[in-house]
């Protein structure tokens, strides 16, 4: 939220796009609608979601995700694009429908708020349980609000039962605009959209740069990632690797500090213990002796030097 910037500008409708190449990426923002031929992701990793694609023939998917097709259209942003392009290979792609909108970083009074929050969750930790928490909390409601759809089915109570009564196109347009006079929204439905973009394109460009390298059996170091971490066999390359991308997050943090004209050091408080904290970095967790999953959100592990 703090370091990218975001479609602030009506989305308009955009013929002229016919290759990716096309995309104004540093000045624009673009939902597009892709037909992909003959796609095949490029190691043992998958991204796309089953959910956002249409017109599937002749596929295979590992636990929702993408991992071939003849053919597939894929509902989509300019940043999925990127990520995708990580991921897969494909012999040809078609650009159905695109709509653009001009980038911006998110209004200053709102990062000056998520920056205080993370400047008390960082000092308090420790210090004051219940100060603490709230912050968490605080950051943690931030990022929800965007990241949660506004509109859902309607959940029914009716003659001792309970039921869903699913929205159609009109319900929905009509909630939509409901919403959008109300003055109670602090954020738009595209941010949302577009923070999670931004996300998975931060943890998959991590983990295809430490796949891409080979261990002593000549396979990828990935062992296991998720939505927010990449368990690795360790190695000193990786390392090297998790170092540039935090310098990198530090340079686009202290940008957008700039353009806010805030101190950067706000984004790099220090907790009680002296330790710097920069907003936004991978952090190391814990080496492991042993670790087994079945699947995402489904493992167990062995910490070093631990029963």
Request: glycine fraction near 4%.
């Amino acid at each position: 939220l703090v370091k990218q910037k975001y479609p602030l500008t009506p989305f308009v409708r955009t013929v002229v796009i016919k290759r990716f190449a096309d995309m104004e990426v540093k000045n624009k923002a673009y939902l597009t609608v892709v037909r992909f031929k003959n796609i095949r992701r490029k190691t043992s990793i998958s991204y796309i979601s089953k959910s956002k694609l249409i017109g599937i023939r002749n596929s295979s998917f590992d636990n929702g995700k993408l991992i071939r097709a003849d053919e597939c259209i894929y509902s989509c942003t300019s940043v999925d694009i990127d990520t995708v392009n990580m991921v897969y290979d494909y012999d040809y792609y078609e650009i159905l429908t695109c709509y653009a909108s001009y980038l911006s970083y998110l209004d200053s009074k709102f990062i000056d708020f998520v920056l205080t929050m993370f400047y008390n969750k960082t000092c308090l930790d420790g210090v004051d349980p219940e100060l603490y928490m709230q912050a968490k909390q605080f950051l943690n409601a931030l990022y929800g609000i965007n990241a949660t759809s506004p509109i859902s089915d309607e959940i029914l109570y009716d003659n001792n039962e309970w039921g869903i009564k699913s929205l159609n196109n009109t319900e929905i347009n009509d909630k939509l605009k409901t919403m959008r006079k109300s003055k109670k929204n602090i954020t738009a439905y595209q941010i949302g959209i577009f923070v999670t973009a931004y996300n998975r394109r931060c943890l998959y460009d991590a983990i295809m740069k430490v796949q891409a390298l080979k261990g002593e059996d000549g396979k990828g170091l990935v062992v296991y990632y998720d939505t927010d971490s990449c368990k690795h066999i360790r190695d000193k390359r990786v390392d090297a690797i998790f170092e540039q991308l935090n310098e990198e997050n530090k340079r686009m943090m202290d940008e957008a500090m700039r353009i806010h004209g805030f101190d950067v050091e706000r984004t790099r408080p220090k907790n009680p213990k002296g330790k710097v904290c920069q907003l936004g970095c991978w952090e190391r967790d814990d080496s492991y002796q042993e670790f087994k999953t079945l699947g995402a959100k489904r493992y167990c592990y062995k910490k070093e030097g631990k029963d």
